[in-house]
């Protein structure tokens, strides 16, 4: 059975968002061969940093509560879960690395 790692926190800011979010980019770059993947996204008012695993050993979950502790947990509306995770599937088969950026008015569109 496959372990799934998810954590989604919310942030005072934009820019706090962005720290915590370039973070776990650096976790994502050093660890290539881990299924992780961080997204970053205004939800409402709420600045949301989201991220995503699959059998991730223990020492590298620890590692990503340490990067997110000054945030506040935060409930992603089901239809974003969704829509998410079938990015981060769709992104693992583009390679180990990808990143893509979005405006206001880009990225995902929930029906």
Known sequence: MVAIYEHT??????????????????????????????????????????????????PLRRRLSRICRGGQPFELPENLRQALWERHVQGRVRGPYWESHYGPDGGIRLE
């Open 9 to 58: 926190s919310s942030y005072s800011s934009a820019e706090a968002a962005l720290e915590v979010f370039l973070g776990i980019q650096e976790l994502v770059l050093t660890n290539a061969d881990d299924e992780l993947g961080v997204y970053r996204a205004q939800i409402g008012d709420a600045w949301v940093v989201v991220t995503l695993g699959l059998d991730l050993p223990r």
